[in-house]
Each structure stands twice: as C-alpha cells, then as structure tokens.
C-alpha cells in the first residue's frame, strides 16, 4: 500500500529526531547540535550527533546518517513501511486502511488474531507458572534453561485439557471461528477443542515481535515430538524464523541457522544472540532472502546426524543461489547445540563457529565420507568427485589453494589434478577468454567509475546540498548541470529526487528530500550537509563546484583522448584525437585563468 508523499511528509514532522532517538541513545547538548555514543557501531568517544534544527542525525565515526524514519529503520532493523507504520503510532496518526474490501477484511482478521495469540500466550506462560505446570518447569530445568531465558522468549505450558484455552478466550469474547482461524483450536463434537494440550508451549514472533504463532512440544517420547500452528492469515512457516525478531538487533552480522527451538533457546541464553530456526518445515527461499538482508555470513549448525547433514545440503544450496556468504559448522560426535553447549559450554561452542567449514570444503568433505575406501580405485574415484566439486566453485583462488592442499594430502600432482579440473571447467564453458575489445568499443566515452566516480558523487553530493539548503539556485544549477550529466553513481540517485520535487513544489529539504532515498544514499547526503554542505557565501560555493566538475569531466576526457592516441594506428584517427585533445585542453586553461581571478 502507498501513503501520499504529504502524510509521509506529516509523520516525519510530528516525530521530532531528538525525541525518537533519546529513547535509545544518551543524548547530551553540545553547541547546536545533541551528542552521544553512536548505537550502530562500538565507540567510547561520542561521535553520533543529531541536528534538532534540519531534524537529521549523523555519525561521524560510521558515517550512517538520515532522518528519523532512517534512523527507526537502522535501529530496529525494519523496512521503510514497518517504520513509518510505528512513528505514526508514536505520534497518534491515523494510516489509511486498505480500500479494497477484501484487504479490508483481511486486515482486520489479522487484528484479531494477532490480539487472541497474545491473550492466548498469556495464557500458557501463566499455566507454566501454575501448579499444573510443574512437569512443565522440571523439564525446562532440566533442560538448563534460566528464568530469565523463559521470560525473554515467552515460554509456557499447555494444560493436559481438552478445552481449557478455548474456554479462557471464549470467556474473553473470542468466537469458535476466529479460534479456528488462528490456529488455535480445532471444531470437536461439543464445541471447539485445544490444537495444543499438554505441552511446552513456545510462542513464535514475527521480525517485529508480534506473536503470529506457535510452537509446542511434548515432554516424553511421544509422537508428534513437536506440533506447529498451521499457517493463518497472520502466519506462514514458509516466511518467518524463530528468533529473527532478537538476531537483527544483534551487532554480530554473523547469524547461526539451527534446526530447533531449543537449539536456538540455549544459544541465546549462552550469548549468541544471532540464532535462529525454520519453523517445521524445509528452509525456503523467503527465509533466505530474510537472512541476506541481516547477515553478512550466515552459518549452517544442523545437527550432524543424516537427515540434519541432508538438510544443510539443502539449505545451503538454497543461500548460495540468494547470494549469501555460507559456512558449515560441523558438531562432533553427532551431537545438537543444544546438547554440546550444554555437555561442553559456550566458548568450545564459539570455537567451532569460528572455525566453520566453507562451502567448498564441506562439499569435499561430503565426498570424503562418501568414499572412504583406501584403494587405488577407491581414491581414484574420491578424486574424480572432488575435481567434479572443484569445477563447479566459482572462486578460482579458493580452488587453486584447496587443490594444493588436496594435491598434498593425496600424493597427487598438483598438474594431474589441475588438469582433470581445466578439463571440467572447458566442458561446463567456464574457462571462455576473454572477449577482446574492439576499436568501437575503445573510442565509447568513458563511464566515470572507481576514484573517478567517488570524485563526481564528493562534488555533486556538496552542490546538491547545498541546493537543498538554497533553493532558489534551482534554475541556474539545473540549466548548466542538467540531470543527464551527473555522473556519480550516487548523487545520480540524489539529483534525481531533488529535481523532481523542486520541480513539482518548487521547495525542498535535505530532511525531507532523504524520505526518498535508500539508507546508503540518504547516508551519503547528511554526510555532506554535515561536514561540507555549510559555507558562508552559497552563490560563490556552487560556482566553484560547477567550474571543478567540468574540470574533473575534462581530466577525464583529456586522459581518455591520450590512451586513444597511443593505441591508435590509424593516422587520420590520431589527428583528429589531436585537434580533441587541443580543444580540451584550452577549455582547462580558461577554467584556470577563472580560477585564479
């Protein structure tokens, strides 16, 4: 659903910066500006400060930076939606519903049942602590689990009953066919009766902290061992992971994916706060694409019995094709986490995480145990498999170091195992050359990139600032740097927006113009307007600006006409890059001698 730029524009303003961010951050008055240590990165030095005047924060040690939304959206790891959803609460606005009827609906069911599995986690966490819960508290004991760990995730019992849940939200106004809806009951032949009964209950958050359902097992041998809500209109297995909800809000950039709730449970209890878990069902490409968002790395920790080591097979192929930096963590003698942190502790636990396989070295390892036959046909077949693996990895440094190390350990030489790779690598067309430039494609006009794009986006972000600031030098500034000219990949994005809107209303702000921007951009430009987007005479300040990005634009040029001259045989294609190349750098001088009066 989309909100109109106006009520975006209504929820930023009514949520002042300092505001929002004292309810995180110590803030301390220094000069115009508040100060305190930055949230999203380690400091003893303050270097975080926000501006209550232009309503944006920056830090000067990371170089995040925005508005409040971006600040909500960094702190609490959210998309830009789910931030502007809480800052309207916070200031007591009202967003629109869907208009459609059917989304209307929708969304008030799943209202409903959002506040009946509150109630109904209450319920549970209630019975844990009652007498009838004490089977249920002598095995999370026994389990190692704190009191403090069973408050934070919210643990509770369901009661060895056929209808005590129902009874206790029916008797809070919950009708048979919203308990139905939610997962929580099934329709019995004397009314609704309790989906979960005499278990320990484990209510599952989606990433905002909202109990969209749950998770209950048993205490015995029994069989189902565990039992799941079924998905619900608030509710798909597919698309949530259990304890996603605390992993974002971790420093740690490394999230540890584990099979169960206990293994989760008990790595956060021994600080490992990044565990999570699918939810009874395979690992998906939804929670894939959750993890790559939060983590830089994620690391597989299956159990290390058959069906978890087939498993991580899957899961694993799963996260490389959406991009993820994936390693294999493998538990010795087939324990779960949960069991070795508990036989062996937390820093044997860590050790082995820091020491988790790559994928290249676990699908070897595969092969290993696959072939662990010490004949001559035995190792030969190992090492056909392992070239197999070789010439599928695309890291051709990685695979040159590990066919050493294979070359070694197998007494093979490392030109026989270079070969059956390269014969590979040919047969899958991964070893094409290069295609070779032509001299079309030689004389195209550079793209600006590397030094030459940071550059263009420093000059064209502080001239864009300061546009921000002085709007009035809209006109002059688009007239003789048109939107097709910016060539910083960066303030590209930036100019942009900022056109569009002055062109439109005519006015702009860099806090309001940020609404617009992904958090990198949006980093970028408070970096500027913070250190370089203040000067004393504007007018004077873009004038230099415009005459230092024709200046760069034409080192660009000059430099590109030269490679061409010494490459070029062509005599008549040498004189006139000759004629260019005067031309260009006249214009330089002339941009000089302006400089210098």
């Known amino acids: 659903m989309l909100y109109s730029e106006d009520l975006i524009e209504e929820v930023r ?29 380690g400091e003893k030095t303050p270097s975080f400060s926000v501006d209550a005047a232009k309503q944006v924060f920056y830090c000067f040690g990371c170089q995040k930076g925005g508005n409040v939304f971006h600040f909500v959206m960094g702190i609490e790891n959210l998309e ?66 704190q009191e403090k760990t069973l408050r934070a995730f919210g643990l509770g019992y369901a009661p060895d009953s056929w209808d ?22 099934s329709s019995g032949p004397h009314g609704p009766i309790d989906r979960f009964r005499n278990r320990v209950m484990f209510p599952i958050f989606d990433i905002r902290g909202n109990i969209v359902g749950f998770g209950g097992r048993v205490m015995d041998a029994s069989n189902p061992k565990y039992m799941n809500s079924p998905d619900t209109p608030l509710y798909n297995k597919s698309r ?23 293994d989760v449970i008990s790595l956060h209890q021994a600080g490992i706060d990044t565990a999570v878990a699918s939810l009874g069902t395979a690992f998906t490409q939804q929670q894939a694409w959750i993890l790559k968002k939060y983590a830089e790395e994620v690391v597989i920790a299956y159990d290390a019995d058959s069906a978890g080591q087939n498993a991580t097979l899957r899961c694993m192929d799963i996260l490389e094709a959406s991009g993820c930096s994936v390693r294999i963590l493998q538990i010795p003698d087939g324990k779960d986490p949960d069991e070795y942190i508990r036989n062996h502790g937390d820093e044997r636990f860590r050790n082995l995480l820091d020491h988790a396989l790559s994928l290249l070295e676990f699908r070897l390892l595969v092969q290993k145990r696959a072939h662990p036959g010490q004949e001559v046909e035995d ?49 899958n067309g991964r070893d094409a050359p290069p295609a070779r430039l032509s001299t079309n494609s030689l004389r195209m006009r550079p793209v600006s990139e ?26 002059e500034i688009s007239l003789r740097l048109p939107l097709e000219r910016y060539r910083g990949t960066v303030s590209r994005v930036v100019a942009e927006k900022l056109y569009e809107r002055l062109q439109v209303r005519r006015e702009a702000s860099i806090a309001e113009l940020v609404n617009d921007l992904p958090p990198d951009a949006a980093s970028a430009v408070i970096h500027m307007a913070e250190t370089r987007g203040t000067v004393d005479n504007a007018d004077k300040a873009i004038q230099d600006l415009l005459r230092r990005l024709e200046r760069i634009a034409l080192e660009d040029e000059k430099q590109w006409i030269l490679d061409n001259i010494r490459s070029e045989s062509d005599g008549n294609r040498r004189r006139e890059l000759g004629v260019d190349l005067n031309r260009v750098i006249a214009r330089m001088s002339a941009l000089q001698s302006a400089n210098d009066g």
């Not at 502007?84 to 869907?98: F, G, K, M, V, W």
């Not at 009874?167 to 997962?183: E, I, M, N, T």
């Not at 440094?397 to 059956?420: C, F, Q, W």
């Open 379 to 427: 190792r030969v077949h190992l090492l056909n498999k392992m070239a197999d693996v070789l010439a599928s990895h695309g890291n051709a440094i990685e695979r040159e170091m590990t066919m050493s190390n294979i070359s070694g350990e197998y007494k093979v030489s490392m030109d026989a195992l270079k070969t059956e790779v390269d014969k590979r690598l040919r047969k």
């Open 240 to 262: 949530e992971l259990y304890a996603m909800n605390f992993a974002r809000l971790s420093h740690s950039k490394r999230i540890v994916v584990v099979e169960g709730y206990m």
């Open 80 to 145: 830009f939606p789910e931030a502007l959803r809480q800052l309207a609460d916070r200031a007591n606005i009202t967003l629109p519903e869907p208009e459609d009827n059917g989304e209307r609906e929708l969304s008030r069911q799943k209202k409903e049942i959002s506040a009946l599995n509150r109630e109904a986690a209450r319920f549970f966490y209630a019975s844990l602590a009652g007498p009838g819960g004490l089977a249920a508290q002598q095995y999370l004991s026994r389990r190692g689990l």
């Open 164 to 185: 005590a849940l129902c009874r206790h939200l029916q008797a809070k106004g919950a009708s048979a066919a919203l308990l139905d809806a939610a997962g929580l009951a």
């Open 13 to 41: 303003i009514r949520n002042d910066i300092v505001g929002v961010v004292s309810g995180y951050v110590h803030l301390e008055r220094q000069g115009r500006r508040m100060v305190g240590l930055c949230p999203f990165h």
């Open 450 to 475: 590397g030094p030459a794009r940071n550059r263009y986006d420093e000059a064209e972000l502080i001239l864009l600032c300061l546009l921000g600031n002085e709007n009035r030098l809209f006109e």
